[in-house]
């Protein structure tokens, strides 16, 4: 069979079955959520474009639509004077709907949901979602029953001393949210509606008829977007005269969803996993998007005072919503990761020189966007382990948070080798590489550099060489070495780190239960029985994979045996890939995901647990790890996953610039195919043990190739199909 009959035995194209798999997983809502404004995460319906967020509350008699913009914070640093704020809340009041049924159907595919409400005669259908490529709300409204009386009204958020107005300009109601004195960088947010298929009386009610919808379009726009962002908000909605104008954005919207979904896919056959799989990734693109400012740590922000400041909490809850959208192929979502971290670099440099007194960067606990320091100047006490506080920097003793920057970076680094985002990096790890290389102690008995009076966890003590800061040092200068040889600059700097690299301490070990397993620190914490750091040097760090040395790896899986901390509401983000990593029974890795997946809400958020969108990407990069790993720059696939489990993926992106896709069916591997974009060698894992492999380029044999491991040259934009020789 040539490579073309093979891939001719596929028979849907991407585009379908993206579509197939994905609208195969319907979220509903049977019960009205618990949406009033807290300072936690929701658990309701949730809407957004990765600038505009929507979260959906209520009971059927009164649905709240609680509206939040990415870049709507208070910008002022210190301690609790900088946050994400929300804007406001859209209500939607029938009062004939008391005590109504309620259903609320989220279609991921779409992004669109839909809501069906019914009491006696009178019943009310609602479709709502928010535009992809527009920063537009638009909810249609019909009844099914009677007529039945509706009233909408706008509330705006006036607290944390914010300068709110509201008013109406003929058939539009216009509202604003601002922050322009007492803060470091003004900001504000204006929004504007209008009723089209109704004349809503002074109160904004108005009386929805069977057959006659009623559609609600809402805008808003942002000082960061605009000087005139009032009346951009207003224009935005002048433009939309009848309901029949909004078919093209319609169509817009759902175009650029079914992108997303065709970007990568995976199909493995377990509806729960696969749900939470395509429901996190939903979340992300429906927060993530705006490259200057981040979804903060809850998503969307339901509260003038939301826990931990409602900020980019730098020492891991910030980057783990991030962990897996590089892999994922999801660039766009992933970009908005980098931007306060380097936003912040100056005043890190200069914390760097004031508490340490050397060159580099060091990050405390809490930012914001634009360069804001959300917990400067904490008033704590110094009776603990610890300094918690040092020169006004809440660092709660570690050192590591600006490194913890790195390794998404890193990941999408290697992915892509786009030199523009190497070049955007490079300064932000310069300075972090610069302070671990003064930082370090040289230990001249053991020749070695040590890691000193770094916590590991918050406030745990003045520890030596724990195993995430020895890791996220190697990862810090790996990268800065590879970044600077491969740009060209600072290449005089590479030989002094690539001298650490080698002399750098290893990880300590102990015995627990009879196994070896790892020491959190070689002096000072030794285990913790919550959180995960004794394994983040495994992952996110990712410096344990299948290609370190045999007794490493076994004490890697002696230590995720021992520590079973599947379910860590502090670490189940890096737990499950840490074990995916080390090459654990994927059974057992998939039986606790099935568990991870049924104990989440129906919006994807993780019950019970606080910390916001975080868990995200648990599902997502662990399946993906599971299906096509490449760490060390070896594409290896199905490795750690059943070979009595048929499953396939499409375009997860790999180490070196490649988008694989493959199958695996009756335990053997169907096909693979490499999409190269930067035209590098690359490197495959044989996935047919003992035969050779057939290499087809353009529909033609070009060579085989034999071995455990076999490397091929390729150019750009080249697609190569891998099929073993003479059996595809």
């Not at 007529?147 to 909408?152: D, E, M, T």
Request: hydrophobic residues 35%; proline residues 5%; charged residues 20%.
């Amino acid at each position: 069979m040539s490579g073309k009959d093979a891939l001719d035995t596929l028979a849907e194209s991407p585009a379908e079955q993206s579509k197939r798999i994905v609208s195969s997983h319907q979220m509903v809502f049977s019960a009205p959520p618990n949406n009033t404004p807290s300072n936690t995460a929701v658990d309701g319906p949730l809407l957004g474009n990765g600038d505009l967020t929507v979260a959906m509350g209520g009971v059927p008699k009164q649905q709240h639509l609680l509206l939040c913009k990415n870049d709507l914070w208070r910008l002022q640093h210190g301690n609790g004077n900088a946050s994400p704020l929300p804007f406001g809340h859209l209500t939607i009041s029938i009062a004939d709907l008391e005590g109504a049924s309620y259903t609320i159907t989220q279609d991921l595919y779409s992004a669109t949901t839909t809501g069906s409400f019914q009491r006696k005669e009178a019943a009310v259908g609602m479709t709502c979602y928010v535009a992809a490529t527009a920063n537009l709300l638009v909810v249609e409204l019909v009844a099914t029953g009677r007529p039945a009386k509706v009233s909408v009204a706008l509330q705006v958020a006036e607290g944390r001393g914010a300068e709110a107005t509201a008013g109406r300009v003929g058939d539009i109601f216009r509202a604003s949210r601002a922050f322009t004195e007492g803060v470091d960088i003004p900001s504000g947010a204006a929004v504007a509606f209008k009723t089209l298929g109704a004349e809503p009386s002074e109160d904004g009610s108005f009386l929805l008829t069977p057959g006659k919808p009623v559609t609600l379009v809402l805008a808003i726009q942002s000082m960061f977007q605009s000087d005139r962002y009032v009346d951009e908000a207003v224009s935005a909605v002048s433009e939309v005269a009848v309901a029949a104008d909004l078919a093209n954005l319609r169509q817009a919207h759902e175009a650029w969803w079914a992108a997303y979904w065709e970007r990568s896919y995976v199909d493995i056959g377990d509806p729960v996993i696969e749900k939470q799989y395509y429901l996190s990734l939903y979340g992300l693109g429906s927060c993530s998007r705006d490259p200057d400012f981040p979804p903060a740590i809850f998503g969307w922000t339901t509260s003038d005072n939301p826990a931990w400041n409602g900020d980019y909490h730098l020492n891991y809850n910030h980057q783990a919503p991030f962990y897996g959208l590089a892999r994922a192929n999801r660039l766009e979502q992933a970009d908005p990761h980098d931007a306060p971290l380097l936003d912040f670099l100056e005043r890190g440099r200069r914390h760097c020189r004031t508490i340490f007194g050397f060159d580099g960067a060091v990050y405390p606990v809490g930012i914001g966007p634009r360069g804001i320091e959300t917990t400067y100047g904490l008033d704590l006490p110094d009776d603990g382990p610890v300094k918690l506080v040092e020169q006004g920097c809440f660092l709660l003793g570690q050192r590591t948070n600006a490194a913890y920057g790195i390794v998404n970076m890193a990941t999408r680094w290697y992915a892509t080798c786009d030199r523009t985002y190497g070049a955007r990096i490079l300064p932000f790890v310069r300075q972090v590489a610069t302070f671990w290389e003064n930082y370090l102690t040289w230990d001249e008995p053991g020749q070695r550099y040590v890691v000193q009076n770094d916590a590991c966890h918050e406030n745990s003590g003045p520890d030596t060489n724990s195993c995430l800061s020895l890791a996220l040092v190697r990862t810090t200068l790996e990268l800065a070495i590879d970044l600077c040889r491969t740009l060209d600059r600072d290449c005089d700097r590479c030989e002094q780190w690539d001298h650490i690299l080698h002399r750098l301490s290893g990880y300590s070990t102990q015995q627990r239960e009879g196994k070896m397993v790892f020491r959190y620190c070689e002096r000072g914490t030794a285990w913790r029985d919550s959180n995960t750091i004794g394994i983040q040097h495994i992952y996110p760090a990712g410096q344990v994979h299948l290609d370190s040395d045999p007794d490493l790896l076994e004490i890697a899986r002696n230590t995720i045996e021992v520590m079973a901390r599947w379910h860590d509401n502090n670490g189940a983000n890096s737990f499950f890939p840490a074990a995916v990593r080390a090459g654990y029974d994927p059974e057992t890795v998939l039986r606790e995901l099935r568990k991870y997946a049924e104990d989440t809400w129906p919006n994807g958020f993780r019950a019970g647990n606080a910390h916001g969108i975080e868990n995200f990407s648990t599902v997502p990069n662990t399946i993906n790890e599971m299906l096509c790993m490449d760490h060390g720059g070896v594409l290896r696939l199905f490795r750690v996953w059943p070979k009595d489990r048929d499953a396939s993926f499409r375009n997860i992106r790999c180490r070196g610039a490649f988008l694989a896709s493959g199958e695996l069916k009756n335990r053997v591997v169907r096909h693979v195919t490499i999409l190269s974009e930067k035209g590098r060698p690359c490197t495959v894992e044989n996935p047919w043990p003992g035969h050779d492999v057939s290499i087809f380029r353009n529909g033609s044999e070009a060579g085989r190739r034999s071995g455990a491991r076999f490397t091929f040259e390729t150019e750009p934009g080249e697609s190569i199909h891998l099929i073993p020789a003479g059996n595809a």
